[in-house]
T-cell receptor, first 111, second 114 residues
Framework: GENVEQHPSTLSVQEGDSAVIKCTYSDSASNYFPWYKQELGKRPQLIIDIRSNVGEKKDQRIAVTLNKTAKHFSLHITETQPEDSAVYFCATMYNFNKFYFGSGTKLNVKP | DAGVTQSPTHLIKTRGQQVTLRCSPKSGHDTVSWYQQALGQGPQFIFQYYEEEERQRGNFPDRFSGHQFPNYSSELNVNALLLGDSALYLC?????????????FGEGSRLTVL
């Protein structure tokens, strides 16, 4: 099965700085790579995703890059704000809507 | 438009007992997946239901079973509870098993096994 590794496990940045979270995966058959944000006690919510035929996708302050050859993808958040503080999970989709999640990154944005 | 709803939100059981968790998918969705999220970890795939059948299964023992009803709602049953079953159980709905679409999660059912 798929193995997804996520780093770092915790990340603390100053408001306005950028944050980068990285994930690697093992199965080359994975073809969809979403990122979820989970606030304390809340459900995971999709913030951005990328498919295997695209190398980069951007949505306002959030971007995701994918390197299929190296089997890694990254989340980039620019101009961080305190409300960006949450746990972020990367995931890969393997075999029709069967998702594998990373272990999460706790992002703390200090005002 | 109602999102994914789960019940109960919290429950406490003792070892050896059985539990049933319930999920109603987002309107228009026909596929339900269940995930177990231990404290400080990412969600782990348990199984997926589509057309009232289990279509895929993760690395979970047979103590974990489920059901999907004609209205697409679903139940997760766990028998012979162990302390290690304590976790947040998340239900996620999507449209079709072959569609690489977004997962919509419910708020989860937090199970504590004493």
């Amino acid at each position: 099965g798929e193995n997804v590794e996520q780093h770092p496990s915790t990340l603390s940045v100053q408001e306005g700085d950028s944050a980068v979270i990285k994930c690697t995966y093992s199965d080359s058959a994975s073809n969809y790579f979403p990122w979820y944000k989970q606030e304390l006690g809340k459900r995971p919510q999709l913030i951005i995703d990328i498919r295997s035929n695209v190398g980069e996708k951007k949505d306002q302050r959030i971007a995701v890059t994918l390197n299929k050859t190296a089997k890694h993808f990254s989340l980039h958040i620019t101009e961080t704000q305190p409300e960006d503080s949450a746990v972020y999970f990367c995931a890969t989709m393997y075999n029709f809507n069967k998702f594998y999640f990373g272990s999460g990154t706790k992002l703390n944005v200090k005002p | 438009d109602a999102g994914v709803t789960q019940s109960p939100t919290h429950l406490i059981k003792t070892r050896g007992q059985q539990v049933t968790l319930r999920c109603s998918p987002k309107s228009g969705h026909d596929t339900v997946s269940w995930y177990q999220q231990a404290l400080g970890q990412g969600p782990q795939f348990i199984f997926q239901y589509y057309e009232e059948e289990e279509r895929q299964r993760g690395n979970f023992p047979d103590r974990f079973s489920g059901h999907q009803f004609p209205n697409y709602s679903s139940e997760l049953n766990v028998n012979a509870l162990l302390l290690g079953d304590s976790a947040l159980y998340l239900c996620a709905s999507s449209l079709g098993v072959g569609n690489t679409g977004e997962l919509f999660f419910g708020e989860g059912s937090r199970l504590t096994v004493l």
